[in-house]
């Protein structure tokens, strides 16, 4: 007797069997998988950990290194059960150079958690992100230069940079400094004040080099990029362009600046004499904030002869020279720099591949 073949609806409901099948494997795996996620997160709260990779223990990682969605929400969900948010981003635990999924600690309780460096340069890009796709909807780029009057006050605010804003009572008006102070009165405002610089890293796109200067000058003596403190009334370019001429002899084009972020420094020293504070006591640091540029450049379009008495050196160096040196080789900041700077790049190049 021959074997009867299958009827349709009998093929259909063996085809729903096994799909059923599937997805209940699939549901226990993302459980069990959700579960020791949430476990292994549980534990590294518990010993003061914030910035904690997708993992189930510290030594072993998951054949997939990626949370899915529905694993992401199961993970979510199990930890808000114990008054724990988080939040999900792709960082580099520890110091690995390979890339993984990172749950940020958010909230724990009613208390919010300041986040990593990580996940605030996470955050940073994200709110670029958000600024562009704004701009977008509002049509592109919002025209430096135009004046807007303020109801409230009547006065007239325009974008001259980046992020930076000149108010005045006129459309046009330009607000007026003494651009020059003498040593002494320098020397009080360092005491006083923080002082804000522009620092530009001259760098090649195609090698991947970073323009390095080794400074003879206080407070940063060593391996540093060019740059200085910016005067009253000077926009970032306004001071990008006023240092790269003065410590380097080269004119720039306004165009090719971006803004990668912003850095702050206490040192203890500086080149200027020192003052003394309200209680006779001798002050010889400064604090300074620092704006960053890229400004990219060709290596053999800079004469490396020609640099101002504040370099004993300048030169080339691969960005991933600086951002692997050992320990101790550069200020943590420069190495901070270079890396947000990749990270820029890296970033800006991923947006403008994706349609949003």
Not at 27 to 47: D, F, H, M, P
Not at 112 to 136: D, G, H, N
Not at 304 to 310: I, P, R, T
């Amino acid at each position: 007797m021959k074997n009867r073949s299958p009827s349709l609806s009998e093929l259909q409901q063996r085809v729903d069997d096994h799909a059923a099948k599937a997805q209940s494997r699939e549901a226990t795996r993302v459980a069990r998988r959700v579960q020791k996620i949430s476990k292994y997160v549980l534990g590294q709260v518990a010993k003061g950990k914030t910035d904690i990779p997708a993992h189930t223990s510290p030594f072993s990682r998951l054949v997939d290194d990626y949370l899915r969605p529905e694993e992401f929400t199961g993970v979510k969900g199990a930890l808000g059960a114990h008054g724990i948010e988080v939040d999900r981003y792709v960082g580099y635990p520890g110091h690995s150079l390979e890339q993984t999924d990172m749950l940020a600690v958010t909230q724990i309780g009613d208390k919010r958690v300041r986040p990593s460096s990580q996940y605030a340069r996470e955050l940073e890009m994200r709110a670029i992100a958000a600024t562009r796709r704004a701009k977008e909807q509002r049509g592109g780029e919002v025209v430096i230069g135009h004046p807007v009057q303020l109801e409230q006050t009547g006065k007239y605010v325009r974008r001259v940079g980046e992020r930076e804003y000149v108010t005045a009572a006129e459309p046009h008006g330009v607000v007026n400094f003494k651009k020059f102070a003498n040593d002494a009165a320098y020397a009080e405002a360092l005491s006083t004040k923080v002082i804000q610089c522009v620092d530009i890293m001259v760098h090649d796109p195609v090698r991947d080099t970073i323009l390095i200067g080794t400074r003879q000058q206080e407070p940063q003596a060593g391996d540093w990029i060019i740059g200085g403190g910016m005067r009253a009334g000077e926009t970032v370019a306004d001071a990008a362009h006023r240092h790269m001429r003065r410590e380097l002899h080269m004119n720039i084009d306004d165009d090719q600046l971006s803004t990668v972020g912003n850095y702050k420094f206490a040192w203890d020293t500086r080149a200027q004499g020192s003052t003394l504070n309200e209680d006779g006591e001798e002050v010889t640091g400064c604090h300074t904030s620092s704006t960053l540029v890229r400004y990219p450049v060709y290596e053999e379009d800079v004469d490396l002869g020609s640099f101002n008495e504040e370099y004993s050196r300048v030169a080339w160096v691969p960005a991933a020279d600086i951002m692997s040196a050992p320990e101790g080789t550069y200020h943590p900041c420069l190495i901070d720099m270079v890396t947000d700077m990749k990270a820029e790049q890296e970033y800006a190049s991923a947006f403008s591949a994706v349609q949003y």
